[in-house]
């Protein structure tokens, strides 16, 4: 490619904006063990690196005024992994928190965490509870780090909720659709997905946001998560901007 070319692309990628709407972005960030393994690293380097994206996604997303985000961090089926690996991912995501908690704070971030934190180990559950607790009144940016989720694991709490409220008199059984449902899944004041991006190849939802990407976009990149930067994440704002949503209607939204 010559240099004009490159010169092109580029300032074509700057002067991206984004015209259609996205209120809530919700990534997979995959690839973090095959980043580590390709560069001779360990694994658990990967997630460290991982880690240090999320800020500058954050980032990203204000520039494009994109209030909600949402980041898969562990799924109910990364149990399954070495007990070392989770660890050092624990590690790391507290390291995230008390890097970043003051700035998000201060400009008006809530944390939310969706997933059950009762099987998370206490440090690392007291750090989220302690970012929770302390960003629970802003509103300006949402981030919703999805920890020890599962989507089925969500909607079946739901529908337990649900049911235990009905069995004591505090909910009607008609009263249910589809979107008082929502205020039994884990971050009701999020709103639906409009786009999600999975990293590193991977073609699947791994169990993630089920009931809120019903309607999502789906864009996946080759890119693997540590690699993922604001340049990365606007060829995917692309790839959305240029999709027809008709929501089963006729017209493109
Ligand atoms: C995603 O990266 C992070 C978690 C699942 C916690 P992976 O660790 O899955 O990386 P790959 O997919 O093995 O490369
Ligand atoms: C999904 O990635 C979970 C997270 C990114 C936290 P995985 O790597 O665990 O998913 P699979 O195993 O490829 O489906
Ligand atoms: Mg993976």
Redesign the pocket.
């Given at each position: 490619m010559s240099f004009i070319e490159l010169s092109i692309i580029q300032s074509m990628k700057k002067e991206f904006v984004l015209t259609k709407k996205l209120d809530h972005v919700a990534f997979i960030?995959?690839?973090?063990?095959?980043?580590a393994n390709l560069r001779g690293l360990p694994?658990h380097l990967?997630?460290k690196e991982?880690c240090n994206r999320i800020i500058e996604l954050f980032e990203a997303c204000r520039e494009f005024n994109i209030k909600y985000m949402s980041f898969y961090?562990?799924?109910t089926e990364?149990w399954d992994r070495p007990q070392d690996e989770i660890d050092h991912?624990m590690d790391y995501l507290e390291e995230f928190f008390h890097r970043e908690i003051d700035y998000l704070d201060s400009i008006g971030t809530k944390l939310v965490v969706s997933g059950d934190l009762s099987r998370i180990r206490e440090k690392t559950r007291k750090v989220c509870y302690e970012a929770i607790e302390r960003t629970k009144n802003n509103s300006n940016w949402y981030i919703n780090v999805c920890l020890n989720y599962g989507g089925r694991d969500e909607i079946v709490r739901a529908a337990k909720k649900f049911a235990t409220e009905v069995k004591e008199g505090k909910a009607n059984i008609e009263d249910l659709n589809e979107s008082s449902f929502k205020n039994y899944l884990w971050a009701p004041e999020i709103p639906d997905v409009d786009c999600m991006i999975r990293t590193?190849g991977?073609m699947r939802l791994s169990n993630y946001l089920i009931y809120q990407n019903a309607y999502a976009e789906f864009v996946f990149t080759d890119v693997?998560?540590p690699d993922f930067r604001k340049e990365q994440f606007i060829d995917c704002l692309r790839e959305y901007q240029n999709r027809n949503r008709r929501f089963g209607g006729l017209k493109n939204a």
């Open positions: 960030m995959d690839g973090n063990g095959r980043w694994r990967g997630h991982a961090a562990f799924s990364n991912l590193s991977e693997k998560w």
